[in-house]
T-cell receptor
Framework: IAGITQAPTSQILAAGRRMTLRCTQD?????MYWYRQDLGLGLRLIHY???????GKGEVPDGYSVSRANTDDFPLTLASAVPSQTSVYFC???????????FGAGTRLSVL | GQNIDQPTEMTATEGAIVQINCTYQ??????LFWYQQHAGEAPTFLSY??LDGLEEKGRFSSFLSRSKGYSYLLLKELQMKDSASYLC??????????WGAGTKLIIKP
């Protein structure tokens, strides 16, 4: 059982470039989430989706967009990366919006 | 505002017991979660409390007091592999998790 797969594992990106972080789950979970984790701060929610076809904004959505075309995939796009988006990005999923969240291994992104 | 407070770092000895405290303020309350995160890895679920009291799961227990906005995670018979960060998260009225910055637990032999 793979669970949640994120790609790439790590990336160095020039400022101004566009980047899509991929997230796929095989648990048929309805809800999916994108968080960023920065040193000294708690996980912060960027965007979420409670079911395929719907998305919502979290605490720090600016500069990011998501789509949820099907149950399994929830890509996160940085349209024009800036250095402040340097972070570790975690994708998570849960059966519903009130259930335990399961996390992918993360993508470490550096924007220079 | 919403806020989760937990100590930044704690040190304990192998074989001992440690209690990691967490206080929370959320808009509405739909439960308190504890996750474990080893360095460079993903958070993994440990426990969930929505009612007052103690939930025990092997060496790990979690306690909740809703009236005090307080929870703790109790780890018994500490092992070196328990060295990790422990994340406290409160679920608000919109079913979104509000996360603390995590407590780094260092286990010494």
């Amino acid at each position: 059982i793979a669970g949640i797969t994120q790609a790439p594992t790590s990336q160095i990106l020039a400022a101004g470039r566009r980047m899509t972080l991929r997230c796929t789950q095989d648990m048929r979970h309805n809800a999916m989430y994108w968080y960023r984790q920065d040193l000294g701060l708690g996980l912060r929610l960027i965007h979420y989706s409670n079911t395929a076809g719907t998305t919502g904004k979290g605490e720090v959505p600016d500069g990011y967009s998501v789509s949820r075309a099907n149950t399994d995939d929830f890509p996160l796009t940085l349209a024009s990366a800036v250095p402040s988006q340097t972070s570790v990005y975690f994708c998570a999923s849960s059966d519903s919006d009130r259930d335990i969240q399961y996390f992918g291994a993360g993508t470490r992104l550096s924007v220079l | 505002g919403q806020n989760i407070d937990q100590p930044t770092e704690m040190t304990a000895t192998e074989g001992a017991i440690v209690q990691i405290n967490c206080t929370y303020q959320t808009s509405g309350f739909n439960g308190l979660f504890w996750y474990q995160q080893h360095a460079g890895e993903a958070p993994t679920f440990l426990s969930y409390n929505v009612l007052d009291g103690l939930e025990e799961k092997g060496r790990f227990s979690s306690f909740l007091s809703r009236s005090k906005g307080y929870s703790y995670l109790l780890l018994k018979e500490l092992q070196m592999k328990d060295s990790a960060s422990y994340l406290c998260a409160g679920m608000d009225s919109n079913y979104q998790l509000i996360w603390g910055a995590g407590t780094k637990l260092i286990i010494k032999p």
